[in-house]
């Protein structure tokens, strides 16, 4: 993040009842960043999302805009777009109607409207639809709709809840790509809630991860995703081989292991993600022998189920044209992996 802080969350907790659902959330978000909020269900997201907005507020802690005060500034004093989730149409209303409609609550007038709704029909790709109704759209012209109302504006800040969990595989691709270029071309801020991992890493300038509505961690993609904080972190990102380390020596199962920052730990955990492991050749890197235990056939590659001499599991992915015959289950094997791919745990 560069400059100071456009927006900043300062120690935001949301209790329903006795119920916790965000404690402690603290987080600065730069002017043009793309953040994403990612966790599981439940985890506090669309809390989160929504007391940015002014549709919901906080128990306790502030929310700033450019070091003002807004906590108590209700949602449409702060004019930010929102898309909710499930789109939220005016179903009696045609698409440039939709589009309109902040338009016309703001009284603007009436030329520049009809300019601004052809703007943004053209920007979101929704020509020769002005005139449907979102009954006779598909999801994704729905979704475009709702992404033209809420820029239509022009806010400083749009939010997302998981404008794509609607969408088939194909469509959210392009849906993703789409958001992305009127990301880069807008310069707007936007804050996006998923809990699909690969649409966080994919899209965002920086993944805020929740977990029972704390903040886990916050950082670039390839931060959290190769330097997690934590074990909630590492799994949630992706797969993760974790293995023990024995309690003295610094080594796996009495093979020893060059750990990260040549450090010599008494147990603990060390952790790697699969595709920074490999099948040995030669004498290359940490070297760990496993016993194969099943091979899962991928078209592409396939996944390797192995377990160390100490019954731990773990996985790695191999392309298929490199699969050799003899690696059927039961065979005997070594992994090997860079110091500086692991991480303690
Ligand atoms: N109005 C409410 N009253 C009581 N509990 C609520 C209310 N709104 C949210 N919660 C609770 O707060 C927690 C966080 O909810 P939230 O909707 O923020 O989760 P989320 O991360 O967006 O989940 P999802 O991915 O399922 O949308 C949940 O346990 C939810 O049941
Ligand atoms: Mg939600």
Redesign the pocket.
Known sequence: MTGTAQIEACSID?K??T?S??SGVSLSLGEGEFLS?L????????????IIGGY?APTSGKLLFEGRDITATPAKERGFGMVF?GYALFPHLTVAENIAFPLKVQKRPRAAIRDRVAEMVEMTGLSGHEKKKPAALSGGQQQRVALARALAYEPRVLLL??PFSALDRNLRTQMQEELRRLHRDLGTTFVF?T?DQEEALALSSRIAI?NH?QLQQIGRPEEIYEAPANRFTAEFLGDINILTLDSAGGGICGTPIVLPGNAVPTGGHLAMRPEHMRLAAGSDGNQLPVRLRDRVYLGPKSRLMLETRGGEELMLYVENDALLPQLAAGSELHVAWDARHSFFL
């Not at 269900?41 to 929504?50: I, V």
């Open positions: 949301r329903f009842g119920f659902a965000l909020l966790g599981p269900s439940g985890s506090g997201k669309s809390t989160f999302l929504s919901d989730q809840d998981e809630v809990h929740f509505g």
